[in-house]
């Protein structure tokens, strides 16, 4: 166990739609990061935060957008669905106070757009 | 842009020791190198890191040479269980390093056979 909540594990929605992925960062963790995966592709790295601002960003699209609240968690809002938006997104954190940080990834939520 | 390179896949048998290479021509001094285990439909997991020489854990070992340009890992004695995809990311994670020190790129699927 990473220590590195998702919810929900499964998600399937309609085209069109819009959905909320909640993530919680192991404790005392002030890095939170989203990678996107899907079946023919790596992981594509989406968006950082750290201690609630965004602090990189990846190949995020515009429907997409992710914040982090005061208490450190991080939701990832995706919209306008698309059926290739289908994939496993994975939140990561680290303690974010250093070089060479270790990243710790949550097991993930499938989204399944039909 | 991932900041590394490394073969797409490799096959090898029960017993033995597999060396897996990447490429990171463009490393910066700053950067350490970090890998990545993952198995289907879950969250990469940390093996090892390092910065130059040599590093060693209970899991495998990473070969650094001077000029850092690549790294190797070494898992010693795979078994079928080591089946996975291993990924090395070069950055230096801090707040603020950027998207290219957190792009993961396709990784390295191992095949282990009996």
């Known amino acids: 166990d990473s220590g590195v909540t998702q919810t929900p594990k499964h998600l399937i929605t309609a085209t069109g739609q819009r959905v909320t992925l909640r993530c919680s960062p192991r404790?005392?963790?002030?890095?939170v990061y989203w990678y996107q995966q899907s079946l023919d592709q790596g992981l594509q790295f989406l968006i950082q935060?750290?201690?609630?601002?965004?602090?990189a960003k990846g190949n995020i699209l515009e429907r997409f957008s992710a914040q982090q609240f005061p208490d450190l968690h991080s939701e990832l809002n995706l919209s306008s669905l698309e059926l290739g938006d289908s994939a496993l997104y994975f939140c990561?954190?680290?303690?974010?106070?250093?070089?060479?940080?270790?990243?710790?990834f949550g097991s993930g939520t499938q989204l399944s757009v039909l | 842009l991932a900041k590394t390179t490394q073969p797409i896949s490799m096959d090898s048998y029960e017993g033995q020791e597999v060396n897996i290479t990447c490429s990171h021509n463009n490393i910066a001094t700053n950067d350490y190198i970090t890998w990545y285990q993952q198995f289907p439909s879950q969250g990469p997991r940390f093996i090892i890191q390092?910065?130059?020489t040599k590093v060693t854990n209970e899991v495998a070992s990473l070969f650094i040479p001077a000029d850092r340009k690549s790294s190797t890992l070494s898992l010693p004695r795979v078994s079928l269980s080591d089946t996975a995809v291993y990924y090395c990311?070069?950055?230096?994670?801090?707040?603020?390093?950027?998207?290219?020190?957190?792009?993961f790129g396709k990784g390295t699927h191992l095949i282990i056979q009996p």
């Open positions: 935060y750290y201690n609630g601002e965004e602090r």
């Open positions: 390092g910065y130059k």
């Open positions: 404790s005392g963790d002030l890095s």
């Open positions: 990561a954190s680290s303690p974010g106070t250093g070089q060479g940080e270790k990243l710790f």
């Open positions: 990311l070069v950055g230096d994670h801090v707040a603020g390093g950027g998207a290219d020190g957190l792009t």
